[in-house]
C-alpha cells in the first residue's frame, strides 16, 4: 500500500495546477466536485440543491464496511465494535488511536484489504494517493492506522471510522443526519516540519489557493480579513447563523474575489468523494452558500515571515474549515446543519 507518485512528481502537482496554473485540473474537478454543473456552464454552488447525493448503506464503501463487521470474530468485536451512541465515535484529534491495536497487526489480509477498499471508497483518486503518502511519512503506512465500527449495519445508524497520526476520516451511509463526512473530520502531513513552504508536505498547496484570496483583496479588506492569533485549531463546532465569524465576510467581496473563494472550497474538498463533496456542500448551500462565509488568515504562526499566511479558515453558519500550516498541517473539518436549542 505504498504510495508511489512522490509529492513532487507532476502528477501529484496537478491539482494544484488546473490548465496548468489554478489548483485543479477541469478533467479532475468535472470528475471530482461538482461535475454536472460545470459540464452545464453553471456556477458551482449556484447550482447545489439538498436532494443531490449524500452517501448511503448501498454505497461501495459501506457495502465494504458491512462486509467488514460480518467478518468479524466474535473477540474481535469486544476490541474494536460499540454502540453507534458511544462517545467514543464523536471524539477528534489530530493524533489518536481510536482503538489500541493498528490495522496491520489485528485484522486479517482479507480484512485488511476491506479497510483498504473502504478507505480508497472515501476519497478521490488523488486524495488516495496523498493520504496514502502522508500516512507512511507519518506513521509508516496504512497499517499503522486503527479503525472502529459503531452500530450494526441494517439496524439503526453505522459507522466505519478510521483513525491515527493527522488522520480521522468516516463512512456512515448518511446515518449522522445534517452533517457531511458523517462527522467531524481531519488530515495533515508532518513533511516540511517549520519549514517555509513546508517542503514535501501534500497538502501545501491548499495554503497556496487560500493565499491567492488574500493577494486580491485591497488594503481596507486585507485589515478585516487578517486576525492576530488564530483559535484553537480543534476549535469547530457550527455555530449557526446568529454566530459573528472571524476574518471578512465572502459577500462583501467583489464576484471575481468570490470565484477566488469558491476555487478554495473546490480544491479543499477535492481529496473526498463525490457523494461526500455533495451532501458538504448542499449543507453549505442550505446555510446561506458561499456569501454567508467568513475567510481568515491569522499572523501567527507565519513560517518564513513572508506573509503567506499558513494559518487560515473558511467559516459560516454550517461551515468549519481550520487549515492550520504551521508548523506543519492540521486541518479540522465540520461541515453540519446547527442544531436548534
Known sequence: MKKTIPATDSRAQRIACPDCDDGLSRRDFVRTVGGAALAAGLPLFGDVRPA??????????????????????????????????????????????????????????DQQATIEEIFRGVTSPDGYERFLKQMDDDAGGFGEYHVALFGTPGNGGFEFEMTGRHMTIRADGDSVANAAFGGPIIYGHGEGDGQKGLPGNVFYYQTQKANEVFAALDGAQRQKALVPKAPRENDVPVRGAQAAFPGIAVGELSKDQQGLVEEVIKVILAPYRQEDVDEALAILKAEGGLEKLHAAFYQSGNLGDDQEWDIWRLEGPGFVWHFRGSPHVHTYVNIAKPTTA
Open 52 to 109: 443531490w447525493s449524500a452517501p448511503t448503506a448501498g454505497s461501495p464503501a459501506e457495502t465494504a464496511a458491512k462486509r467488514l463487521y460480518e467478518s468479524l470474530s466474535d473477540e474481535q468485536r469486544k476490541t474494536v465494535c460499540f454502540g453507534f451512541d458511544d462517545p467514543l465515535r464523536t471524539k477528534i484529534n489530530a493524533n489518536w488511536a481510536i482503538t489500541k491495536p493498528t490495522i496491520s497487526e489485528f485484522f486479517s489480509k
